[in-house]
């Protein structure tokens, strides 16, 4: 491999190399640079458009998959269809995420589009990490789209988190619950210098006792610009929740536009948004441990975002 792919695949993931039994997909520069499938994970590339079908056979236990993206130089425009079918009463962890490298002027882009469908009583970790790096002036572009539909008694948790690095992205999460499913996503952002972040979550809940909790928490520096907004739909006997948390610093703008519709008189749905900066009592706080300024303020960002 090359070297900056390890660099990224080591920055994205948990990643243990070739040799790691489970089954994966590397994805680099819009290409397949390795597959490997298990006895219960099977990875095949779709025939009418780039990407893949992951296959998670009914009943398995405890495998992860791993399905990195990578783009490892300027003037990539990479577009990819992955579609993941998780059979009944399985239970897996998926590690994804992208990372992008511009070394030039011109800008490279990562654009995946996820479709989860998950079979009853089924159970899937998300796990996904995004990263720009390189010392180039090009963009680094990352606009991920998921789509779930949740079979009943199935959950599904999303943990995603991109701390900066990418200049532009616009991330969009819909998500269609059957009776008893549950989604939980919990998305951490950081923003610096111009860069722009939006985020987007669609669900509907349309089973009784469906229900999400929708979690975001990001900081916006320097002159970024970020940008959430959350649509819950109760449309039967329900529960959903949705939080944005924000800590605003430099000159950096968050708008936070939280939206809940109950369509039935059972749906039980709450909306919270909170957007400030950090309190100087905390600041001085830490300092009295000897922290300096600069050491306490990184102190309190990465506890926020854990």
Known sequence: MKSITKQLLKMISDWSG???AGAYNIREDSGCAARHSSKNVQ???KQDKPGIDIVVQPGTKGEKVYIPALVTHSGVDDLVYNDF???EDADVTIVAGCGVCTEGDGESQHNG???FFLGKNSKVLYLEKHIGIG?????RIINPQTYVEAGEDSYMEMETTQIKGVDSTKRLSKAILQARAKLVIKEKIMTHESQFAETSFEVDMN???SGCNLISRSVARGQSHQLFRSR???NTRCNGHSECDAIIMDKGVVSAVPEITANHVDAALIHEAAIGKIAGEQIVKLMTLGLTEA???ACIIDGFLK
């Open 113 to 115: 589009i996820h479709r």
């Open 135 to 139: 010392e180039g002036r090009g963009g």
């Open 18 to 20: 070739e040799e790691n």
């Open 43 to 45: 990875i095949t590339s």
């Open 207 to 209: 089973g009784e006792d």
């Open 232 to 234: 819950i739909n109760g």
């Open 85 to 87: 079918y998780i059979g």
């Open 295 to 297: 050491e306490a303020e």
